[in-house]
């Protein structure tokens, strides 16, 4: 239950996936948390984290829980005045996690809005209420496309992959200023890219490494389909067969621009740092929580070949899809995993200096085959996230 | 006599088919190529096609008329071949066959029973009547008469002539007139009985027009003249056969009958126009039995156009010179879709305003539904996977030719093409278990429909549906599946162009429940249309009557539309019906005070009559 010497933090983002990670082993630690969050046309903020505490199986944990609707654009976060200066009275530290994850750059107005218009009422309501320390959770793509080694520093490029990059690289610099005027305490956390739990598989959310093998699952089903019940004409007009072991051979040429590898953390690994570095770290640090031994598409693409009974599949390096004959579903596949493209072949090495100072050299597993299908069999179970929460 | 209990496949007794019997005369037209009903084309009265038989059935079952000989005749001029079943399930997936073999039963038990036959009863005016049209077309028959009775809505009560009469020429009709108007008898037109305002149907005489079809093409002059009694659908056949096309109404509409009660007006209306915009001249026989033509310098002028005033008829249309069009070998059709009503209002607006596009139409995806599948239920299984899978909340239509539709490409709207519609068409079972289609969802979520963009996503598409007629018909009734696997084998069947010139689709729209449309003209304005819709709502909620946006088709320039708003009833239901009258009134009452109030906005019941009138005087008067 809550253990009134660990301070009370509030948290922005508890409903997205990190965030609610995060909420429920701080709960398990003893914090009290004060969910700064949104409800939906169907939720109440309220519902949506006890549902959330449900799926944790954590439910009784509910009484360490405030849940506040919040408008993070409004002045005083859209929250009553009195109500405003209670919880800046009782709020220790803050961890701003709620962001637009979105990469579009048809979405560029709502991500700005989101990740770095939002950020005055935030900031003005940690000096206000005089935290301890301002924990933002950023990403550790700020990096922007010109480094190769990236350190646990400010940003300083203006060249990023998508908006979601530029917003989060620009958020780090207005936090930082505000807190070193402010004198504000300040950790900057950058995650690589995070999936399920090693442990169990489970997850929320099932983009990034999720999608080219959900990707690939659909196009398979759908020759699987045409194979099996319609004669297999389409298929084998696209040379997609099953071979004699059973497996579908599926002819799918992944373009990448050069050799590299993803960077992919899972979701245990980044609440159990992020939890040593809010416990330990020192004020102004940034700490990479990113992989030593990132995976390569290579190993990815036997590990989905073996799950998924599939063959055929083949990456090239240095050539760009964009001019090139591509057959149906390679076509499919390159517009699913356009936006991840970039971070399927990344060879940037994420300095590790603070981390591994602060959280005692706690290293992300490497991503085995076993991990892999934990968690693919978990996102299948709950079609990719389609029915996470029945029953 | 006892109402036949067996159940038909649908559950319903013949009786309960027969009372939902919609009388869109549907069966008077040869919309699916596979026949019309024998005695009908025989006979023409209503009442020997399969329509009349369900009227006349439900009339004897609650002992409304007496078996007469006509009765008789109309029982056993069934040869019970299917026909009917065929066109009735494709559009209300109702088997009225069994209520022919009810009929028949009905008739023939009677007569075994040693029931009497009530004889004709010959009167002077019958006689007289018969003088001008002959002995077979005038009758006052209650087996004939009571199948008057209705028009396609039931916003009017019943009423039962007296006297049927089919004239076959404007002599006729001119003579006709004289006698009633000698006698003081009333007269009332009837084409198919599409009206829906109830001014089709009366007690005195109804003329029935259908036996006046006469076709006349003048290539030429870019025309043709039809008779009375010619269908949309007959005529559009004919006009397609010599390379043409003519704006049609519903296609069991009577051109003629259909230009005097609300003139003449489609998707093709961006293009083509409405009401005076297709019409070249017209013959008629006035309330004095004179016949005038509207391009006789003494006619009286039916360009103009009165509104909140119901005009009185100018008399009897006999004959239409409607224009023709010519259509290109590359004309195709899509479907637009869009999140919004405000942005499929912006882009009708923006390609009628540039002239973009043959013709153009927003549907709802309810409507959509309906339109396309083959039942009830499919429709509402459909519906969901629009909206929630495929993110489809409107869908705009358009006909146009390979530089229109290029251009809507490059305008940067993705659209389901021909072929895509095709398999979205014939695959629409597998529709519903395409788990890909959540990932279709994601993908788009960034840029709605970007999926449309993929170069082989129509191949890809048709892989995973697996389209096929007989995939397509796999949830119709067993017995009709054949004809059904065949019918959607035919290319016309899915072809867009095809189906928005002869819309057999649209009938659909009542398979559920019969409706009432409240029709109007005004500017494409989001904000206009979203007041009217929300009122037209709130009038149905406070009612209790189901009701949903219809549809819109910008015309003259983009510079107004034809906006379409539905209330749906059950016919069967008094207290339904009383329901409907009410929101009827308050729906006009709407129209009328956005009339005043805007000067902009006009109701469709006022054109009644006026159906000839300038789309000026209409529009901007
Ligand atoms: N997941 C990763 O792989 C990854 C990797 C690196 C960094 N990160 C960072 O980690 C943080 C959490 O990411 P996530 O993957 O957990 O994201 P997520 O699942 O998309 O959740 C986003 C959270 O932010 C909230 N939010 C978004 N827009 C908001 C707005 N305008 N106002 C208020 N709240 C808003 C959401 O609230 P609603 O639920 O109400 O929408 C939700 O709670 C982000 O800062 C992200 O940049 C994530
Ligand atoms: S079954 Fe009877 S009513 Fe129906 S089309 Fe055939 S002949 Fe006409």
Not at chain 1, 92 to 115: L, P, Q, Y
Not at chain 1, 348 to 358: E, S, Y
Request: aromatic share 10%; proline share 4%; charged share 25%.
């Amino acid at each position: 239950m809550a253990d009134k010497s660990k301070p009370t933090i509030a948290l922005t983002g508890a409903t997205g996936f990190l965030g609610s990670h995060l909420m429920s082993s701080m709960l398990l630690k003893g914090y009290t948390v004060i969910v700064l969050g949104r409800s939906t046309k169907e939720e109440p903020l309220y519902e949506r984290i006890s549902r959330l505490l449900r799926w944790f199986g954590i439910e009784n944990r509910l009484n360490q829980v405030t849940c506040v609707d919040t408008d993070l654009s409004q002045d005083n976060l859209g929250i009553e005045n009195e109500e405003y200066s209670r919880l800046c009275s009782v709020v220790g530290s803050f961890i701003h996690c709620a962001s637009d994850t979105s990469f579009s750059e048809s979405k560029r107005d709502k991500v700005m809005a989101a990740n770095i218009n939002n950020l005055k009422g935030i900031l003005e309501f940690s000096r206000y209420a005089r935290v301890n320390f301002f924990h933002y959770i950023s990403t550790a793509y700020v990096a922007g496309l010109s480094e190769n080694v990236c350190k646990e520093n400010l940003p300083v490029t203006n060249s990023f992959t998508n908006v979601y990059e530029e917003s989060k690289a620009g958020a780090e610099n207005i936090i930082a200023q505000y807190c070193d005027k402010n004198s504000i305490n300040l950790s900057i956390i950058r995650p690589s890219i995070v999936y399920g739990d090693s442990q169990n598989g489970r997850s929320l959310k099932f983009n990034a490494l999720y999608f080219p093998i959900r990707s690939v699952q659909s196009i398979r089903d759908i020759y699987l389909n045409d194979l099996k019940n319609n004669g297999g004409k389409k298929a084998l007009k696209n040379g997609i067969y099953i071979d004699k072991e059973g497996y579908l051979f599926l002819p799918l040429k992944i373009y990448l621009p050069k050799e590299g590898d993803l960077n992919i953390i899972p979701v245990d690994y980044f609440v159990n740092a992020t939890i040593k570095i809010i416990e330990n770290c020192f004020p102004g640090g940034i700490f990479h929580l990113t992989n030593n031994s990132p995976t390569r598409m290579t190993t990815l693409v036997k590990y989905y070949e073996q799950l998924m009974k599939v063959r055929g599949v083949e990456i090239i390096y240095g050539k760009s899809a964009d001019n090139l004959s591509r057959n149906p579903s390679e076509e499919l596949f390159d517009r699913f995993i356009e936006p991840y493209r970039p971070y399927l072949s990344d060879n940037r090495i994420f300095d590790r200096t603070n981390t591994d100072l602060v959280t005692g050299n706690l290293n992300p597993p490497e991503f085995t085959y076993e991990i892999f299908k934990k968690c693919m069999e978990y996102a299948i179970r709950v079609n990719w996230g389609a029915s996470i929460f029945d029953n | 006599m006892k109402n036949n209990v067996n159940k038909t496949d649908n559950g319903q007794t013949p009786y309960e088919t027969a009372r939902n019997c919609r009388h869109y005369a549907m069966c008077k037209i040869d919309f699916l190529g596979s026949g019309v009903c024998d005695s009908g084309l025989e006979k023409h009265f209503v009442s020997y096609y399969p329509q009349g038989r369900m009227i006349l059935y439900e009339a004897l079952v609650e002992n409304k008329i007496p078996i007469t000989e006509k009765c008789v005749e109309i029982a056993d001029s069934c040869d019970l071949c299917g026909k009917c079943d065929y066109q009735c399930y494709f559009l209300n997936e109702m088997r009225p066959t069994k209520v022919m073999e009810a009929l028949k039963n009905h008739v023939e038990t009677f007569i075994k029973e040693g029931g009497k036959i009530k004889p004709p009863k010959e009167d002077r005016m019958l006689t007289e009547i018969k003088i001008i049209v002959g002995e077979n077309w005038a009758t006052n028959d209650e087996a004939i008469t009571i199948t008057y009775s209705h028009d396609l809505s039931s916003i009017s009560d019943p009423k039962i002539p007296d006297y049927v009469v089919m004239p076959d020429t404007k002599e006729e009709i001119s003579s006709l007139v004289k006698l009633f108007n000698k006698n003081n008898i009333t007269y009332t037109i009837r084409g198919n009985g599409q009206n829906l305002l109830g001014f089709a149907i009366n007690e005195g005489v109804i003329i029935d027009l259908n036996r006046m079809k006469t076709i006349e093409f003048d290539e030429k002059n870019w025309l043709v003249k039809v008779g009375p009694g010619v269908a949309a659908f007959d005529l559009q056949k004919q006009a397609q056969k010599r390379g043409f096309r003519i704006n049609a109404a519903e296609p069991a509409a009577l051109v003629c009958a259909n230009i005097m009660c609300s003139g003449i007006m489609s998707t093709f209306s961006t293009t083509y126009g409405i009401n005076a915009d297709n019409i070249i001249d017209a013959e008629f026989v006035n309330k004095e039995g004179s016949i005038f033509s509207l391009n006789d310098i003494s006619s009286p002028n039916l360009y103009s156009y009165k509104n909140l005033e119901h005009k009185n008829s100018p008399g009897i249309c006999i004959s239409a010179s409607i224009k023709l069009h010519p259509v290109t070998d590359d004309e195709s059709g899509i479907l637009v879709p869009f999140q919004t009503l405000e942005n499929a209002l912006d882009f009708i607006k923006d390609c009628a305003i540039r002239h973009i596009g043959l013709a153009l139409g927003i549907v709802g995806t309810e409507y959509i539904s309906v339109f396309l599948s083959p039942t009830k239920k499919m429709a509402s299984e459909i519906k969901s996977i629009f909206v929630d899978k495929l993110n489809i909340h409107w869908l705009v239509v358009v006909i146009g030719d390979k530089y229109a539709i290029r251009t809507i490409g490059e305008m940067g709207f993705p659209f389901f093409d021909q072929n895509l519609f095709n398999s979205l068409y014939l695959g629409l079972p597998s529709l519903k278990k395409a788990q890909w289609l959540d990932l279709v969802k994601e993908l788009s979520d960034d840029e709605p429909y970007s999926y449309l963009k993929i170069k082989s996503f129509a191949e890809l598409f048709e892989t995973a549906l697996s389209p096929s007629p007989a995939l397509y018909s796999q949830e119709i009734d067993k017995e009709l599946r054949p004809f059904f696997e065949k019918l959607f084998s035919r290319q016309e069947m899915t072809d867009l162009v095809w189906l928005n010139m002869y819309r057999i689709m649209s009938t659909r729209l009542g398979r559920k429940k019969p409706f009432l449309p409240a029709l109007m003209y005004l500017p494409i304005d989001n904000i206009l249309i979203n007041e009217l819709s929300d009122k037209f709502r709130l009038i149905a909620e406070k009612h209790q009557i189901d009701h949903d946006f219809g549809f819109i088709t910008p015309i003259d320039n983009g510079k107004r539309c034809i906006f379409e708003y539905d209330f749906f009833y059950d016919y069967n239901d008094p207290d339904d019906i009383q329901r409907i009258r009410k929101v009827a009134t308050e729906a006009n009452m709407l129209i009328d005070d956005y009339s005043v109030k805007t000067g902009k906005v006009k109701g469709h019941p006022y054109v009644l009559y006026q159906g000839f009138c300038r789309k000026e005087n209409l529009l901007y008067s």
